[in-house]
């Protein structure tokens, strides 16, 4: 999937994935990873989610890595923060308060970019990628983010009647990614009302990584 797919997504408003509210899975489990407050959290592929504001509110540090520079401009703007923006390399950093975002292709980050890292919140980048380039992904992710404890948002469905994104993720997909680094939990399922855009019933799940040697 190429970068221009996301871009234009941006560009011409079809972005059918953003939450205008905090996603339920956040707002109920996130405690779950029993991070201190001021800990520094991760959104790979995070857009303008709405889930930045209130990781905020509740006094933790983000670090985002988002494609889209539209993205990361209303961001701000709904915050109402004004970034200092620095050109670091091929990615670009905005920053502000307890807030850091870098604007580019996200296997270009580094350990050094995003710094140390307490969790990873992963909503919507797993599910984002294409089957191909989920392995390279979940091993990246793993590289420059050590097993920092995961809260993952994944979705399953019949492939063959809807293309992605989001795409399925099976419960054995994850496993195969991360159960040799980390102990898996499912702590909720639900069934997605009304079927996932709209058109094919489909099950979203928030699942608990914690580091597999603690």
């Known amino acids: 999937m190429e970068a221009s797919f996301w871009h234009q997504k941006w560009e011409r408003g079809e972005i059918a994935f953003h939450e205008s509210e905090a996603n339920p899975f956040l707002v109920a ?52 923060l004004e970034p200092k923006i620095s050109i670091e390399g091929k990615l670009t950093r905005y ?19 995003i710094g140390t890292i307490s969790a990873i919140y992963d909503r919507a980048a797993l599910v984002a990628l294409p089957a191909d380039i989920r392995e390279r992904y979940t091993s990246h992710l ?17 492939q063959r009647l809807m293309d992605g994104p989001p795409f399925s993720v099976t419960e054995n997909e994850v496993k195969r990614h991360y159960g040799a680094a980390y102990r898996l939990r499912p702590v909720e399922s639900k069934n997605i009302e009304g079927g996932l855009k709209g058109e094919v019933a489909a099950t979203e799940t928030a699942w608990l990584l914690q580091n597999a040697n603690k």
């Open 142 to 158: 793993m590289n420059i983010c050590g097993t920092a404890p995961q809260l993952l948002i994944t979705y399953e469905y019949d």
């Open 29 to 80: 489990h996130f405690e779950n990873l029993n991070l201190a407050k001021d800990s520094r959290v991760f959104l790979p592929l995070c857009g303008k989610t709405r889930d930045f504001a209130w990781l905020l509110t509740f006094g933790y540090r983000v670090v985002g890595a988002e494609l889209s520079k539209l993205a990361v401009d209303e961001l701000f703007k709904e915050l109402g």
């Open 95 to 113: 920053s502000a308060k307890d807030i850091d975002i870098l604007v580019g292709d996200v296997f270009d980050l580094s350990t050094e970019d």
